[in-house]
């Protein structure tokens, strides 16, 4: 009986970080990036193996930030792509952050098709890419469907989106999956999306599943899971490799932490190829892991410009207070740091009222002397800026929805609400506020903790008209933030913020940041 062995591998998440360095150092050398995982993939890819990209590359890095800055096209990133060679990729939620002239440069560039099944323009049709591909590997006819999470018009600036619709994953797959199998001997999935639980726990009752639609892999499964031999994920920056629903299984974390891997074997039958057994797997890159010094060699230079680019002195922090020890106590406390964001918010938007948040629980704030590697490292991502009008108990509401971000243990202790952290950790959706005073009690049941509203030393009126600046992404209901949304947005700021930050700094400079004192946390 003829056997045969397909090897499928797939990165996800990567978000421009080719090399091994988060930048806020020189010459870092850490145990992720695509330069590392193409070490990987020359100790074992072979003739019969496929190479799909699952999304987010274009942006999250300093590195792919400075690329679009400068070159405005993503030629020199996807070139690194292309020399991997990928057979494949699909889009994920990142590459529409800097707008759809840059995603087709992107386009135009890669030497490999980018699938996007449920990415449709005006007529209904994959507006970006084909909706999947078909490759033979050794008389074997393997297909590929490519999809995207349908929640893009929540994160994004709809100008970065105009003419495209999303739609459901679970509704595109049905419809692709029966003309699929007719056509090809393995059906593969790749989906930049992620679960509605945490899969390293128990999948639990189907109720308390997350139903906002960002992340739809376990109702897909549910419903095609008999139709698909493979599933590839990501957008969750989580790991996984095992059966989920009876179907194999992968998630390769973020950054090239890890490569993914699945041996599919087949035999022949009754003239039909027929898979016998998968075996998912993550191979991560260790520290002892080096980089292909083929590619790292090839990038060095435009490498070095990213370094040189960051270390570009900006001014300095005369309190020297900027700096962030403890960032869940500043998000308790409040911290002078987020209350220079605001600032910066404020002062650009000219709204009397700012929200933001730390992004990540890694955020170091800026030392006395501060570069746009400070910047850039504490301030990831592309956002602009959009003031929306709301009523008071819209803000309320939002209020309200922060303070979920906490709960109490037991024993009374505060601790942070496990919905926050799982199945993905969703630090940067608890915002902090200047503008007004309030207060928020966390003993109170949910919805009714906001205790205290105050603007300009007045209690806000439920019908009182306000106007807030955010980051784009909140403005538009990102977060499940449904109090604000595009239709509220009454003016906008198109600069990123990471060239806002570096020129009030230039601007304001010494910087003099007080502690802020117009919010307290009780319980």
């Known amino acids: 009986m003829e056997k045969k062995k397909i090897t499928i591998y797939q990165t996800s998440d990567v978000h421009g970080y080719l090399y091994p360095s988060n930048y806020q150092a020189r010459d870092e050398d850490q145990a992720f990036g695509l330069f590392k995982l193409a070490s990987l993939l020359k100790e074992g890819r072979d003739g019969s193996s496929i190479l799909v990209e699952n999304g987010d590359f274009l942006q999250g890095s300093p590195f792919s930030y400075y690329i679009y800055k400068h070159d405005h096209k993503a030629d020199r990133l996807m070139e690194a792509y292309n020399d991997l060679d990928f057979d494949l ?3 994920g939620n990142h590459e529409f952050n800097y707008g759809l002239d840059y995603l087709k440069s992107a386009i135009s560039a890669s030497h490999f098709p980018i699938l996007a099944a449920n990415i449709l323009d005006e007529e209904g049709q994959p507006a970006l890419g084909e909706a999947y591909e078909i490759l033979e590997r050794d008389g074997v006819q393997i297909a590929i469907l490519g999809l995207t999470t349908q929640y893009i018009p929540h994160f994004e600036h709809p100008d970065h989106i105009k003419g495209l619709t999303f739609a459901s994953a679970i509704e595109t797959a049905q419809k692709y999956l029966p003309l699929l199998r007719d056509q090809a001997d393995l059906v593969i999935v790749s989906y930049h999306g992620g679960f509605e639980v945490d899969l390293n726990e128990e999948l639990g009752d189907k109720a308390a599943w997350s139903d906002t639609g960002e992340n739809e892999g376990l109702a897909l499964l549910e419903a095609c899971g008999d139709s698909i031999d493979l599933f590839l994920t990501g957008h969750q920056h989580k790991l996984y490799q095992g059966q989920v629903q009876g179907t194999p299984v992968l998630m390769p974390g973020h950054k090239g932490s890890h490569l993914a891997k699945a041996d599919l074997f087949l035999e022949k039958q009754d003239g039909q190829w027929t898979l016998t057994d998968c075996k998912p797997k993550l191979l991560p890159v260790e520290s002892r892991t080096g980089v292909d010094q083929d590619l790292a060699g090839k990038f060095q230079e435009v490498n070095q410009e990213v370094e040189d680019w960051l270390d570009t002195d900006l001014g300095y922090d005369s309190n020297n207070n900027l700096n962030i020890e403890d960032v869940h106590q500043a998000r308790l406390e409040g911290h002078p740091y987020i209350e220079f964001i605001n600032r910066v918010q ?39 800026l ?26 009374g202790h505060l601790v942070i609400n496990e919905a926050w952290l799982k199945p993905k950790p969703q630090v940067y959706n608890y915002d902090i506020y200047q503008g007004i005073d309030y207060t928020l009690d966390i003993q109170k049941d949910k919805g009714q903790r906001v205790t205290k509203l105050e603007f300009q030393g007045q209690y806000i009126q439920p019908d009182q008209e306000l106007e807030l600046v955010l980051n784009q992404y909140r403005a538009v209901g990102g977060g499940d933030y449904h109090m604000f949304g595009s239709q509220k947005i009454v003016r906008e700021v198109t ?24 919010f307290k946390v009780t319980y």
């Open 89 to 91: 990729g699909v889009f």
């Open 346 to 384: 404020m002062y650009f938007s000219q709204a009397p009222i700012s929200a933001s948040s730390f992004f990540n629980n890694d955020v170091k704030g800026f030392k006395e002397q501060i570069t746009m590697r400070d910047i850039v490292s504490n301030y990831i991502y592309p956002n602009t």
């Open 386 to 411: 959009a003031v929306v009008k709301i009523t008071g108990q819209d803000l309320k509401a939002a209020l309200e929805q922060t303070a979920e971000y906490y709960d109490l243990d037991e024993a």
């Open 495 to 518: 600069r990123p913020m990471t060239e806002l930050i570096a020129e009030y700094i230039e601007k304001f400079g010494p910087l003099k940041i007080p502690q802020p004192s117009n």
